[in-house]
Nanobody, 126 residues
Framework: QVQLVESGGGLVQAGGSLRLSCVAS????????MGWFRQAPGKEREFVAA????????NYGDSVKGRFTISRDNAKNTVYLQMMSLKPEDTAVYYC???????????????????WGQGTQVTVSS
């Protein structure tokens, strides 16, 4: 059982930046593809970004491309989401997730992920 704990959320003005972190309990952290998703009130959970086991491959949702960067540090069992040029529409609860699915085409799907964190709130004011 992998436990994921997110941190780094908060209130920021439009145009600002935040960095989210997610620490995993699993010693074999490097065997998981890691993803970030978000969910705004009344909306479905949305794919934000994913990173491969070694960090060599990344995938982003269209709405965050060019503004967000996902990375990981396997020595620290941690995945990060650097968010730049934040917009009010980025306001949501952000969730970290882990999967053992190897095919990159599955990384954007909520159903592909086995483990989820409790989420961290990001609020962007206009």
């Amino acid at each position: 059982q992998v436990q994921l704990v997110e941190s780094g959320g908060g209130l920021v003005q439009a145009g600002g930046s935040l960095r989210l972190s997610c620490v995993a309990s699993e010693r074999t952290f490097s065997s998981y593809v890691m993803g970030w998703f978000r969910q705004a009130p009344g909306k479905e959970r949305e794919f934000v970004a994913a990173v491969s086991w070694s960090g060599g491959r990344t995938n982003y949702g269209d709405s965050v491309k060019g503004r967000f960067t996902i990375s990981r540090d396997n020595a620290k069992n941690t995945v990060y989401l650097q968010m730049m040029s934040l917009k009010p529409e980025d306001t949501a609860v952000y969730y970290c997730a882990a999967t053992t699915r190897g095919h990159e085409s599955s990384w954007t799907r909520v159903s592909a992920y086995n483990y989820w964190g409790q989420g961290t709130q990001v609020t962007v004011s206009s």
